[in-house]
């Protein structure tokens, strides 16, 4: 049976999610505001703490980003920390950061305008922002990097920071992907399979993937697996309760290969059940296959 927090603990809950314009602070609250929180955008900083110190038994999610009225770093800030100390709230920031590229093709395609770029290049309204911003990014608890996370991800990842439920400890995310395509943003820790030898090669094992026995069997058999293995368990089995002490909620381990099919996803699946083994809670997922593990 899941665990959740009591009305009184959820109460005490308040994220304020802020960023760069364009980088999901609405879909943000729109999933927080699925998961239980009571969400608002955009209120005055001067609101601010007449909401935090209402009445009410649901969890809050603000949004505050440079279009709020009143807006300004120094402000938001003080006003954080005055609301901490008066209330008592477990009060959390998000801040949600995008490659400038990308910020610039979403404000292209939607053909809105950005919030600082009504007298000057869009790029360069982007940039602005971010140098303004930067004090936020460097106070928040949790920074998500959006340039690549798919919608069904970006619920996910919000969900496991800031879900309602009782705390279930560290959650672990061990994802495959293809060095060809880019490192995963969200990782903490990634590991290189490429020296592995490698079943694309093999013509009968191309069209396979990790994820069934003849490539299982093929980088197995491999004599440098073993160690491999072995030094990533021994590596993490001292880290894991490290991270939970710490107060860590969602740990992304990545591994990845050249195509993501093969090595990348035979060792994630190995890992996962390692992990599984060990009593963590998992989850698994091959970016390259559109898959989610078992």
Known sequence: MTETLSPLAAQGRAVIVTGLSGAGKTSALKV??????????????????????????????????????????EPVLAEIDRIMAETGRALRMLFLDCDDEVLRRRFTETRRLHP??????????????????????????????????????????????????????????????????????????????RFLANPHYVPELKPLTGRDQGVADYVAADPAFADFFESLTHLLAPLLPRFAAEGKSYLTIAIGCTGGRHRSVYTAERLAQWLKDQGARVELRHRELGQEGK
């Open 116 to 193: 600082l770029a009504t007298d000057r290049p869009l790029i360069d309204g982007i940039r602005h922002e971010r140098e303004l911003v930067s004090p936020l990014k460097r106070r928040a608890d949790v920074v998500f990097d959006t340039s690549n996370l798919a919608p069904g991800e970006f619920k996910r990842v919000l969900s496991s920071h800031f879900g309602l439920e009782g705390d279930k400890g560290l959650m672990v995310f061990v994802t495959s992907f293809a060095y060809r395509e880019g490192l995963p943003r969200e990782a903490d820790l990634v590991f290189d399979a």
């Open 32 to 73: 927080l505001e699925d998961l239980g929180y009571e969400a608002v955008d955009n209120l005055p900083v001067t609101l601010l703490s007449n909401l935090m110190s209402g009445g009410g038994t649901r969890p809050l999610a603000v949004g505050i980003d440079i279009r709020t009225r009143d807006f300004g770093v």
